[in-house]
């Protein structure tokens, strides 16, 4: 074992004032933001206020929200009469020339022998590049089957989108709809788990609950409710006489939300939809040290640190620089700047912290402020 391992918190400590090498650092972000427009929307299967199914009024609604890249629910594919058995993705996508991916959270025979399978689920469409997309279990309570049980099943849509650089992770989900929040809560922690394994998130959805409901608070360690930027009740059901928020969007905290908006008078849906602006950097870096400081706690959920004091010690260390960037003292911060990414890089090289870890959140600390050797 490395004698690295047995040295005191105070040494360890230390180790941030002390591991310092010659390099010169410019004070400066040089990779430029992209900026995106993200929305959510339940199409109620295309049917609108008037009881009417619509496809040409559906795109006309989703083309007028302007978004690069919308998460749907309550999507039909080939699924009944209520929606002229349609294949609602393909035609959705077809209208507004964009790509789509479609996750079913049934899958059932047809009506008639031969036809394609009866379809209802999630599904998103973008104006970039969907590179991956997979739909992923989580817990259900079936509304097709006589005395359901709690069961894993899919309807989790995740999609990895090429942002011009930015590779995106894009989760659509509906979460149950009954009045007893233990399927929500059983959800809601499915989905912490598969979004674990990414950590530049965005996660929209019909979640049925209210912004204080408990089942969603776990969501909220991870992930910004758009929303909070706005003093209004951001009420989108029923679209009619909105009275409650059941329809989010949430952002990594390494992302920047600039705005978020209901859209109000819309006629298409039961629903009604929110949209946001979202900045995202090209090689998936935090915007600001609140990012980073979310990822140095993402990668200590992950044990990529092999001591439990220097989880303390990074994150004591970032407070410091964000004191000293909010108080506009660039030499201090950038000194303090310089011995963090030594310091990381010494750790790592002892294996005290995981070369990924090492990697990332030292690529974080160029992009806020780039080191030039």
Do not use: C
């Not at 959140?361 to 080191?371: A, G, K, M, R, V």
Request: proline share 4%; aromatic share 10%; no cysteine.
């Amino acid at each position: 074992m490395k004698m690295i391992r047995w040295l005191s918190t105070a040494v360890i400590v230390s180790l941030f004032v002390i591991v310092s090498f010659p390099v010169e650092i410019v004070y400066s972000s040089s990779i430029e933001r992209i900026d995106i427009k993200v929305g959510t929307f339940n199409v109620a299967a295309g049917n609108g206020l008037d009881g009417e199914y619509n496809i040409e009024r559906l795109a006309d609604t989703i083309s007028d929200l302007d978004v690069d890249i919308i998460g749907l629910q309550e999507v039909d594919v080939h699924w009944g009469y209520r929606s002229n058995f349609d294949h609602m993705m393909e035609e959705l996508a077809s209208r507004l020339d964009m790509e789509y991916f479609f996750a079913p959270i049934y899958d059932l025979e047809p009506v008639n022998e031969g036809d394609p399978n009866r379809q209802f689920g999630v599904g998103v469409l973008s104006k970039y590049p969907i590179i991956e997309a997979e739909n992923r279990n989580i817990t259900r309570l079936s509304t097709q089957v006589p005395n359901p049980t709690p069961t894993a099943e899919p309807g989790f849509l995740q999609a990895k989108i090429n942002v011009e650089g930015a590779e995106v992770m894009f989760y659509v989900t509906h979460l149950d709809y009954r009045s007893d929040p233990t399927i929500r809560e059983m959800q809601v922690a499915d989905m912490q788990e598969i979004m674990s394994e990414g950590n530049y998130n965005i996660l929209v959805g019909d979640m049925n609950a209210r912004p204080k409901a408990t089942e969603l608070s776990p969501l909220f360690t991870d992930f910004v409710d758009v929303w909070d930027m706005n003093d209004t009740n951001g009420d989108t059901f029923p679209a009619h006489n909105p009275d409650r928020r059941i329809d989010y969007i949430m952002s990594s905290k390494r992302m920047e939300v600039n705005a978020a908006e209901v859209k109000n008078e819309v006629e298409s849906s039961d629903h009604l939809p929110v949209i946001a602006e979202i900045e995202v950097v090209p090689g998936n870096y935090s915007t600001s040290f609140v990012g980073l400081e979310w990822l140095i706690d993402y990668y200590e959920r992950q044990a990529a640190f092999h001591d439990q004091r220097i989880h303390s010690a990074l994150t004591g260390q970032i407070s410091v620089l964000k004191h000293y960037h909010k108080t506009n003292n660039v030499d201090k911060l950038l000194r303090h700047l310089e011995q963090l990414k030594n310091t990381i890089q010494y750790l790592g090289g002892e294996g005290l912290i995981e070369e990924e870890a090492v990697v990332e959140i030292n690529e974080d600390l160029d992009y806020l402020y780039s080191i030039e050797e």
